[in-house]
């Protein structure tokens, strides 16, 4: 498995523990599992910069807006890039028809595939890995998969983009925008570029990087990025902001206003209309 993808094993071990919580937010009774031994080391390699409640506020904000996103707009595919370990097609209520597209490294879904191999199915709904690279042609492979351009899509793009170069991490968002059918709606979450440079979290950054898995992209302005990438941006929240706190985050949010501060993004975007894209 690629070094980028065992980070994947390290926010299933935060998902753990949150699940391991009396008050927990979420339960993940798949997450020990996949995290293993090592998902557990990383936790403690990359201890600081408020990853462990950073992942719990991140994955119960998405949670949350993906049941919503299903229910409200009817959508019934549902795309996860990068998907590492997550279990949500497991874990959520689905509603029946669904399929769940999990697209990541060949090498991460073989491991999860043997990781996860005795789970049965729940019922009335599809789950379908695809192994591709992001940085390359995936589109094709997704629509080899059974995934329908024509009919509105569910894209959540959580813990990747900080992975990527800049020009990368455009043509991706771009690309979905101009794959995706009226009524598609994209999650995910983005970190500030102050968050590259954040000298209180240089030890944490010095192991990505000495790892093979350096963060490489943040923007101060998540709106414009993705509003230049073809989405409508409904929401952009901070982690202990009003509905991304979940009374877990600790520290203060200095306003949007302050340079220089460490900070991540959780958006929801939707797709304009195509009277819109067409104006
Ligand atoms: C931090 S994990 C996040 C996994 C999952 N979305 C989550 O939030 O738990 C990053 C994931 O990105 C995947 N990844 C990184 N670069 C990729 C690429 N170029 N193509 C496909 N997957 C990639 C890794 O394999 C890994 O599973």
């Given at each position: 498995m690629e070094a980028v993808s065992r980070t994947a094993q390290w926010t299933a071990a935060a998902r753990a523990l949150e699940t391991d919580r009396?008050?927990?937010?979420?339960?993940?009774?798949?997450a020990r599992t996949v995290a293993d031994t090592i998902g557990f080391d990383l936790l403690d390699r990359y201890a600081?910069?408020?990853t462990v409640p950073f992942l719990a506020i991140r994955t119960t904000y998405l949670d949350r807006a993906i049941v919503r996103a299903v229910e409200d707009h009817g959508i019934r595919q549902v795309v996860f890039l990068a998907?590492?370990?997550?279990?949500r097609f497991f874990r959520l209520p689905w509603p029946d028809g669904v399929t769940v597209y999990e697209l990541d490294r060949p090498a991460l879904l073989e491991v999860k595939a043997d990781m996860l191999a005795g789970e049965p199915a729940p019922a009335g709904r599809t789950r379908v890995t695809v192994p591709v690279?992001?940085?390359?042609?995936?589109t094709g492979p997704l629509r080899a998969a059974g995934w329908n351009p024509a009919e509105p899509v569910l894209w959540v793009v959580e813990?990747?983009?900080?992975?990527?170069p800049e020009q990368a991490v455009r043509h991706l968002i771009s690309t979905l925008a101009g794959q995706s059918a009226p009524g598609s709606v994209l999650l995910g979450d983005v970190i500030s570029k102050a968050a590259l440079q954040n000298p209180l979290s240089r030890a944490f950054l010095n192991c990505l990087e000495e790892d093979g898995n350096p963060w490489l992209f943040g923007t101060e302005t998540p709106e414009e990025l993705l509003a230049e990438c073809g989405w409508d941006v409904r929401e952009v929240r901070q982690p202990g902001e009003s509905g991304a706190d979940f009374g877990r985050w600790p520290y203060p949010v200095p306003a949007r206003?302050?340079?220089?501060v460490p900070r991540s993004f959780l958006f929801t975007c939707d797709l304009p209309t195509a009277e819109v894209r067409a104006a």
């Open positions: 009396e008050d927990r937010l979420f339960a993940d009774p798949y600081g910069a408020g998907a590492g370990m997550d279990t690279d992001l940085t390359e042609d995936w813990g990747l983009l900080f992975f990527l206003a302050v340079p220089r």
